[in-house]
């Protein structure tokens, strides 16, 4: 299993900032994906991060909104930048555990409120 | 990506036994199914994953019939703690570096005392 910490845990933003979300493991993984989730919906997979290389984006995410570190096998930030309200969500970060064919892991989440 | 279409909600009593079908038509053969619970303000957390006939562990069921087109995930004897929104997804590890899961909208279980 992989134990996943995220920062901030809630943030009540104001319009036009941004802000840093960030994501620790427990463990080394290639592979980290951070997601959203608007209220009261589904998750919406934002962007893979990969140690070593620029993060792919999903379609309707871009890096200027949403840029990404992936410094090393264990840590990841994700930006939200020039907030507005409809940034308002749940960010998730999350891991696979390839040894168990696939299963995620998910940190609690970050609860952006934009003002 | 194999899309999957699940009921949106359902509601169940304690005690029970909970039968939530999710179906994905266009599974590809590498294609495995997981099942995600999340509870309100949590992540979501891994219950099961098959890729054909029947898997069982501590906490749920999975029955998956030979043409993989549908799965049902079996939850005995529902408690309160049930309550959750329950996620069926389809995908596979590409092996290419890219990992791709798509989140349906979920099914939204109930449980009335």
């Known amino acids: 299993s992989a134990v996943i910490s995220q920062k901030p845990s809630r943030d009540i933003c104001q319009r036009g900032t941004s802000l840093t979300i960030q994501c620790q493991v427990d463990s080394q993984v290639t592979m980290m994906f951070w997601y959203r989730q608007q209220p009261g919906q589904s998750l919406t997979l934002i962007a893979t991060a990969n140690q070593g290389s620029e993060a792919t984006y999903e379609s309707g995410f871009v890096i200027d909104k949403f840029p990404i570190s992936r410094p090393n096998l264990t840590f990841s930030t994700l930006t939200v930048s020039n907030m507005s309200p409809e940034d308002s969500s749940i960010y998730l970060c999350s891991v696979v555990n390839r040894e168990n064919t696939g299963e995620l892991f998910f940190g609690e989440g970050s609860r952006l409120t934009v003002l | 990506l194999a899309k999957t279409t699940q009921p949106i909600s359902m509601d169940s009593y304690e005690g029970q036994e909970v039968n939530i079908t999710c179906s994905h038509n266009n599974i590809a053969t590498n294609d495995y199914i997981t099942w995600y619970q999340q509870f309100p303000s949590q992540g979501p957390r891994f219950i099961i994953q098959g890729y054909k006939t029947k898997v069982t562990n501590e906490v749920a069921s999975l029955f998956i019939p030979a043409d993989r087109k549908s799965s049902t995930l079996s939850l005995p004897r529902v408690s309160l703690s049930d309550t959750a929104v329950y996620y069926c997804?389809?995908?596979?590890?590409?092996?290419?570096?890219?990992?791709?899961?798509?989140f349906g909208k979920g099914t939204k279980l109930s449980v009335i005392p």
């Open positions: 997804l389809v995908g596979d590890d590409s092996g290419a570096g890219s990992y791709q899961l798509t």
